[in-house]
């Protein structure tokens, strides 16, 4: 995720140079100026579709880990109703055992 915000800040920090270098061309040149403006745009537009690109997959992470998360989550109470059942089953079979040792010891 991190990675991701590096990667549009310096997307940004590029795009902004770029637009720097643009504006301080020579105004004598029209045709040149003209050039490096449509050489801006298009690169502008690419560095657009990078940035949008890095945010569509920050929130494709994001989504996956809230899915992890919700399955983990999930996970977890799975295992926590099987240790209860566990402890149940458990539980009734000592229950059984005492009552039948003490319905044996009681024919004795």
């Known amino acids: 995720m991190e990675e991701m915000r590096r ?10 140079a770029m637009k720097s270098q643009a504006s301080r061309a020579d105004d004598k040149e029209g045709t040149s100026r ?10 502008t537009a690419d560095i657009m579709k990078e ?29 926590t109703e099987a240790i209860e059942w566990e ?13 039948a040792r003490a319905e044996h010891e009681a024919k004795l």
């Open 34 to 43: 003209e050039s490096a403006t449509l050489n801006l745009k298009r690169q």
């Open 87 to 99: 402890a149940k089953a458990a539980a009734d079979l000592a229950e059984a055992e005492a009552k």
């Open 7 to 16: 990667k549009a800040r310096e997307l940004r920090e590029e795009l902004a």
């Open 51 to 79: 940035i949008n690109g890095v945010k569509s997959s920050a929130i494709k992470a994001q989504s996956n880990l809230a899915q992890q998360r919700k399955n983990a989550a999930e996970q977890a109470k799975l295992e």
